[in-house]
């Protein structure tokens, strides 16, 4: 059964940094691309960052681009999301995602929250 379970959000003040991890299980994790999406309230799910199966090759949405960093560590099923010079339209929840055999999979999201 796949899982990804994401930690490490919370409250920030603005030009704070968070880093958020996502546990995934279930699946050979080293043979898929991750991504990170975020949801802010009333608006749609956005995507923000993805990383190839190895790590060779990340993608950014533009609003977070020099700012945020995706990596992984395979060895740990984990992939991690650096976020830095935090700004209060980075508010929302924040998604780990998995596409696997096929089928679209979700962690249960992290709050991150910026406000002095």
């Known amino acids: 059964q796949v899982q990804l379970v994401e930690s490490g959000g919370g409250l920030v003040q603005p030009g704070g940094s968070l880093r958020l991890s996502c546990a995934a299980s279930?699946?050979?994790?080293?043979?898929?691309?991750m991504r990170w999406y975020r949801q802010a309230p009333g608006k749609e799910r956005e995507f923000v960052a993805a990383?190839?199966?190895?790590?060779?090759?990340?993608n950014y949405a533009d609003s977070v681009k020099g700012r945020f960093t995706i990596s992984r560590d395979n060895a740990k099923n984990t992939v991690y999301l650096e976020m830095n010079s935090l700004k209060p339209e980075d508010t929302a929840v924040y998604y780990c995602?998995?596409?696997?055999?096929?089928?679209?999979?979700w962690g249960q999201g992290t709050q991150v929250t910026v406000s002095s």
């Open positions: 995602n998995g596409r696997v055999r096929g089928y679209e999979y």
């Open positions: 279930g699946f050979t994790f080293s043979s898929y691309p």
């Open positions: 990383i190839t199966s190895e790590g060779a090759h990340t």
